[in-house]
């Protein structure tokens, strides 16, 4: 609990930021424009995946397209480690298990004001796991974007459902659109 009460102080405090200081909120991409976007990303497992791992990190990076005012579709994939918790295989013996995933995802977002999107993504991961599970995944986003110059920075928050791999994962990025 501690760990989402940070992460939504963080998530306020950046947005209280953006709207009081001389940094602009994204406007919704023009139609027709291509963007992409790098982030690192902290990733919380949460229900029983919280159970067998600790808090974890990686990369993603998105390719978008403006569909329509407003609308853009979007590809995310990228890389994720989640630390491992210890659990007992025998009196006295313990072991650690790091997983890994490899989402590739789709996604909508949409623009409910200036700076401030929400959408759906839903796709695959590959859960490197000591088996090597996929699974489909589905989860709301939402974010809010500010330009600093020619540069987008987005903080998004997701959560992923991927059937007992759950996860909240937060991003902070940099967002560039062609025709900015």
Request: charged share 15%.
């Amino acid at each position: 609990m501690n760990k989402q009460l940070a992460l939504l102080t963080v998530l306020v405090l950046t947005c209280g930021a953006a709207f009081a200081g001389g940094i602009a909120p994204a406007e919704a991409p023009t139609v027709g424009t291509f963007g992409g976007s790098i982030a690192p990303e902290l990733v919380i497992p949460i229900r029983s995946f919280n159970d067998r791992q600790g808090v974890g990190g990686g990369g993603v990076a998105s390719l978008a397209y403006a569909v329509m005012e407003g609308l853009d579709v979007y590809v995310t994939s990228g890389y994720l480690a989640f630390a491992g918790q210890r659990h007992a295989i025998a009196p006295g013996d313990t072991v650690k298990r790091t997983e890994k995933a490899i989402p590739v995802v789709a996604g909508l977002e949409y623009y409910l004001m200036p700076g401030l999107h929400v959408g759906p993504e839903l796709g695959y991961h590959r859960f490197f796991d000591g088996k090597g599970t996929n699974k489909f995944s589905i989860g709301p986003v939402v974010g809010y974007t500010v330009n600093i110059s020619n540069v987008g920075v987005d903080l998004s928050g997701e959560y992923t459902y991927a059937k007992d791999f759950e996860y909240l994962g937060v991003r902070l990025g940099l967002r560039y659109w062609t025709g900015l």
